[in-house]
């Protein structure tokens, strides 16, 4: 009896010990891995934290990212990233919650990568994608691959970041996760003539279409216009440019990859001149009285032609008659027509007078380019 019971309690010891050992391993339960991020965003500044897949930043208003933090929690590990910042490029790697990207300096982060190293690296692949401007959310990338877009100009809004257990499966389709543009390889501007005569000149009041080329065609680079003095010269950002004020500015092309092309423009005043004074006083063709186109230019809405009257005759000429004065453009339109009737002359042998003929609300013309003035009428002079 006493050796039967013996062995009874040694059993019954050995299943206490079991089942303590059980009871003490179940109680060890970690913490499950996770991801947390918060963005720096336009206008609104550090965003609340988000974590496992969760939004951070905005869709549909407009707001680029500028920066980022984020960090690992339930595994031991690093999580590094970069951003690429518009003019900066890559920024420098940083890790573990440390700021990435720019902020206060109102620039956009256009791609990121993340990637995971250590224990982190071994057991996860961490996936993220980002919301970018004229595209929306795009594919899901993983383990440093950039998510963006490079070459284009498109600023990130949002990112959700996630971490999946080694070799699972994506949080969705990994498709055109980052998108590259097509940089400017060429760049040029082609010269016009201006009369036939000036290379690349303008009047001034007047608008001229660039002649830009640059290739490949099909170049997500975007295109800029500048000019180096708009006291001179404006340029639209579709390339036309406008004279503003007499004198030389320089265009500038440009594209966003770098590729540029320069234009020097003149701008001239609108105004037709005719034979110089020198020829009129020359009088070497002259055999009656007549006149002789100096000028013509706009006064504000006005355009006014100054001509002098010439008397080679005999006698001294007292008076013009019937005068009339028309005006047509290079192209064949008659722009202004007055009759001024009778005039005072008054005009001694061999001598010139001056006069000024206004024609009021004239619709702009490029008059620099040619006018045919014709005045005609009659005089009546003193023996």
């Not at 770098?258 to 034979?275: E, S, V």
Request: charged letters at 20%; proline letters at 2%; aromatic letters at 12%.
């Amino acid at each position: 009896m006493k050796k039967v019971t013996k062995k009874v309690i040694v059993f019954v010891l050995a299943l206490a010990f079991v089942f303590g050992t059980i009871v003490v391993n179940t109680g060890e339960v970690q913490a499950a891995a996770g991801v947390s991020y918060r963005t720096y965003v336009q206008s609104y500044g550090w965003q609340s934290w988000a974590k496992n897949g969760a939004k951070s930043g905005t869709s549909g208003e407009a707001k680029r990212l500028e920066g980022i933090q984020i960090k690992l929690s339930g595994v031991a590990g690093d999580i590094s990233y970069r951003t690429y910042v518009q003019t900066y490029g890559w920024r420098p790697w940083t890790k573990n919650g440390a700021f990435n990207g720019t902020k206060g300096e109102g620039k956009r982060i256009e791609a990121i990568q993340i990637k995971l190293s250590g224990n982190a690296l071994k057991e996860y692949d961490v996936y993220y994608r980002v919301y970018a401007q004229g595209y929306g959310w795009l594919g899901w990338a993983k383990n440093g691959a950039s998510a963006g877009t490079s070459g284009m100009c498109k600023r990130l809004e949002a990112i959700q970041i996630k971490l999946v257990k080694k070799g699972g499966k994506a949080p969705g389709s990994t498709a055109n996760a980052f998108k590259k543009g097509i940089p400017v390889a060429s760049i040029s501007m082609a010269d016009w003539k201006y009369n036939d005569l000036f290379n690349n000149t303008i009047t001034k009041g007047y608008s001229k279409q660039l002649d830009v080329t640059y290739a490949p065609s099909n170049t997500t680079d975007k295109i800029t216009y500048s000019s180096s003095n708009t006291a001179v010269a404006t340029v639209s950002q579709t390339g036309l440019v406008t004279g503003v004020g007499s004198g030389i500015a320089t265009i500038t092309v440009k594209s966003t990859s770098g590729k540029k092309a320069t234009k020097m423009i003149m701008i001239l005043d609108n105004i037709y001149y005719g034979p110089a004074t020198d020829d009129i006083n020359d009088y070497s063709e002259v055999t009656d009285a007549g006149f002789a186109i100096d000028r013509a230019y706009y006064s504000g809405s006005n355009l006014v032609v100054e001509a002098y009257l010439y008397n080679k005759t005999t006698h001294r000429v007292v008076d013009l008659r019937d005068v009339n004065v028309s005006m047509i453009d290079s192209t064949g339109a008659v722009i202004a027509a007055k009759y001024y009737g009778t005039m005072s002359a008054d005009l001694a042998v061999n001598s010139l007078k001056l006069y000024t003929f206004t024609f009021e609300n004239v619709p702009p013309r490029d008059i620099a380019k040619g006018l045919e003035i014709t005045i005609t009428g009659s005089y009546s002079y003193f023996y």
